[in-house]
């Protein structure tokens, strides 16, 4: 019996749920795989966006003592969209696009906190990393209070291709970071626009903070080092919400 009711398993089921275009979180294959269906699965991860990670057979059967067939994967909670599909409707249905963009965010807590600030402020899709983010489990549909649930998230192979698509699309890609010049309630956020928020250890990659198009710093006036990323995140999108309010 399965362990986890968001684990699916078996070599037809799996493929039939990626290929009917079912939102997988991630997929467990046993390392010595037949080399046919090696080559299969991760075809579809690729071409799907999923992440994959071979294991030792004794992993798979610890997950469920269930026939596997040497693939087992987990059920997203959420369904993922395209990019590319969202960005043209956005413009079509609510006009001014709000991205947020999070980059190397990986306590599920913040994560869940993140999105409930993004749905309240009027962020129509957040935009996460394929590997090295938060994974969306049940603390963080807790943590958001259903706000995972309102919003479209995007799961991205590549970060930086992601900007660059929002930059071709006509939307200004901006960061929060410490070493900024200009105060966030100095910066214009009428128009389109992308905001990318950093991990709390390292901020903003170095690899996308070269994408931006500009930067801003939240100011402070006590002496702690910063800002929760989930709080600095709140405060961010509130001023958009402020701005965009007033017109």
């Known amino acids: 019996m399965a362990k986890n009711k968001?684990?699916?398993f078996g070599r037809h089921p799996i493929l039939d749920t990626i290929q009917s275009g079912g939102s997988i979180d991630k997929i467990f294959l046993q390392k010595s795989i037949s080399?046919?269906?090696?080559?299969?699965i991760r075809k579809a991860c690729r071409e799907y966006g999923i992440p994959m990670q071979y294991v030792p057979k004794e992993k798979l059967n610890r997950l469920t003592s269930k026939n596997h067939q040497g693939?087992?994967?987990?059920?997203?909670?959420?369904?993922?969209?395209?990019?590319?599909?969202l960005i043209p409707f956005i413009y079509e249905q609510s006009g001014v696009p709000l991205f947020l963009i999070l980059d190397g965010i990986t306590d599920v807590r913040n994560f869940g906190a993140i999105a409930r600030s993004a749905e309240l402020c009027?962020?129509?899709?957040?935009?996460?990393?394929q590997k090295g983010g938060?994974?969306?489990?049940?603390?963080?549909?807790?943590?958001?209070?259903?706000?995972?649930?309102?919003?479209?998230?995007c799961r991205e192979t590549s970060l930086k291709k992601a900007i660059e698509k929002l930059k071709l699309n006509g939307i200004t890609v901006l960061g929060a970071s410490l070493q900024a010049k200009q105060a966030l309630f100095n910066v214009d956020f009428v128009g389109p626009a992308a905001i990318v928020m950093g991990s709390e250890g390292r901020g903003i990659s170095r690899e996308i903070e070269k994408l931006l198009d500009s930067t801003f710093l939240i100011p402070q006036i006590g002496t702690t080092d910063s800002f929760n990323v989930s709080v600095a995140t709140g405060i961010s999108l509130y001023e958009v919400l402020r701005q965009r309010s007033a017109i």
């Open 122 to 129: 009027g962020v129509q899709a957040i935009i996460i990393p």
């Open 71 to 85: 693939v087992v994967g987990f059920l997203s909670m959420v369904e993922y969209k395209k990019l590319e599909d």
């Open 35 to 40: 080399k046919d269906f090696d080559a299969e």
């Open 134 to 153: 938060a994974a969306i489990n049940e603390d963080a549909l807790k943590t958001s209070a259903g706000a995972l649930s309102k919003i479209a998230v």
């Open 6 to 8: 968001n684990l699916i």
